[in-house]
């Protein structure tokens, strides 16, 4: 076999020439991605190239020495490097691999018709080396991808940092140059959503749902853009709602099961590092007794006041709740609750019975009792704002169950006589 190569060489290599003219005219013809990338001299001279290496490690094979693979492996790290699909690459080394085949056969041929059964056993060594090349720039191609996506991995981590921590270091990038190389606009609507530790991973991106093709669901809206940053604390969402409501947030998170909290909508990209705070406070306010649950801060604001001062809401739990936090657990337990429950029904003392599971008299002596032990009259909406907050302070500090509507309607002031909506839960005489 090596002597029929050698007798044919140079008619070989003058085929082989024709081979790669042909071979970079289809690739090119059918493959964007390589016409986006080369130019045809180039391509033609690289096939052309990567066919005289072939032929070379046929010989080196037939004659029981190894292949040489680092022409093979250089190729596989610049085509990754310059972002060339790997199907392309490959897509190319096969239809060169039969197009050297038949070159050959054709070259035995015009030399010697007689000598082409002896060109048969040499198709086993010649596919072992063509899968050898394979092998090589297939893995010469993923390890620099791999290299390349942690490096871009690492980019987008510190610009979101530049745009969330709002932090520039003196030769960086400021907030204006990191959203456009995110490819944010410099005007819009954005929010950052704060997701707590020990919630369930999210997904390194959240990419837009289809809104046409196979399987698109008619009149679908994409969903809002959002690159998520890993921290130690807990992951963070730079969100790019466009013309979303902020409430796609919530939509958005809820099939993941997770604790968040929400920011309201900034219009530039300066105002995130603020944004990333107030959706960290909206976290910490929003009470974890409550479970999985996303938190707009905007529906939270006193409990976020009282949140975003530990020192304050300390002195507020001692000194407008502390003779009940003072009492035995479960009486604690049980008036924190009541008063909790009353509050969040909007002072209905008959819905708060409902929801407790007892009668509104039950309530009205738990309520009577807090307003004994603490000074202070639920009839006095100056009072009320004092008993909200320091509640909030408690169940943020403490973690008490205070049960909530499970919607808007359900907290509304009863329209039946025995709604005792805003005001003082004395019953009546």
């Not at 016409?35 to 070379?56: D, W, Y």
């Not at 390194?204 to 698109?216: D, R």
Request: hydrophobic content about 45%; glycine content about 8%; charged content about 25%.
């Amino acid at each position: 076999m090596e002597r029929i190569i050698e007798e044919i060489r140079e008619d070989l290599d003058r085929r082989l020439a024709l081979a790669a003219d042909r071979l970079a005219d289809r690739t090119l013809a059918e493959d964007p991605a390589y016409a986006a990338l080369l130019g045809r001299a180039e391509l033609r001279e690289r096939i052309h190239h990567n066919l005289r290496q072939a032929v070379e490690g046929l010989v080196r094979n037939l004659g029981g020495l190894p292949v040489d693979l680092s022409d093979a492996r250089a190729t596989g790290t610049l085509r990754a490097g310059q972002g060339l699909p790997l199907a392309s690459l490959l897509r190319t080394y096969r239809h060169g691999g039969r197009l050297l085949w038949q070159t050959l056969t054709e070259a035995v041929a015009a030399h010697d018709r007689a000598a082409l059964p002896r060109l048969l056993p040499g198709a086993t060594a010649l596919w072992d080396v063509l899968d050898q090349m394979t092998d090589a720039v297939t893995e010469a191609y993923r390890r620099t991808d791999a290299l390349r996506g942690e490096r871009d991995r690492q980019r987008r981590a510190a610009l979101l940092d530049v745009l969330l921590d709002g932090a520039t270091a003196a030769d960086g990038p400021a907030a204006s140059e990191a959203a456009a190389q995110l490819g944010l606009p410099e005007r819009g609507r954005f929010a950052v959503v704060a997701v707590g530790p020990g919630t369930p991973a999210l997904p390194p991106g959240t990419p837009p749902a289809a809104a046409s093709g196979p399987g698109a669901v008619p009149g679908s809206v994409p969903s809002p853009r959002v690159l998520w940053r890993i921290r130690a604390d807990g992951e963070t969402g730079l969100v790019e709602l466009g013309h979303h409501p902020l409430e796609a947030v919530r939509e958005l998170l809820v099939p993941f099961g997770v604790r968040a909290g929400v920011s309201p909508v900034v219009e530039a990209p300066a105002g995130l590092a603020r944004a990333r705070r107030l959706a960290a406070l909206a976290l910490r306010a929003a009470p974890a007794s409550e479970g999985p649950r996303t938190a707009l801060l905007d529906e939270l604001l006193p409990a976020a006041l009282v949140a975003s001062q530990a020192e304050l809401a300390s002195r507020l739990r001692q000194v407008v709740l502390g003779p009940v936090l003072a009492l035995p657990a479960e009486d604690c337990r049980v008036l924190v609750t009541t008063l909790g429950t009353w509050l969040a029904c909007r002072g209905s003392t008959a819905q708060a019975a409902q929801r407790l599971y007892c009668h509104r008299n039950t309530v009205s002596n738990r309520l009577r009792r807090v307003e004994q032990l603490t000074g202070r009259t639920l009839a006095d909406p100056a009072h009320v704002v004092e008993l909200a907050l320091a509640h909030a302070a408690v169940v943020q500090r403490a973690a008490i169950a205070v049960p909530r509507p499970a919607d808007p309607a359900a907290a509304r002031p009863s329209p039946t006589p025995g709604g005792t909506a805003r005001r003082s839960p004395r019953p009546r005489a």
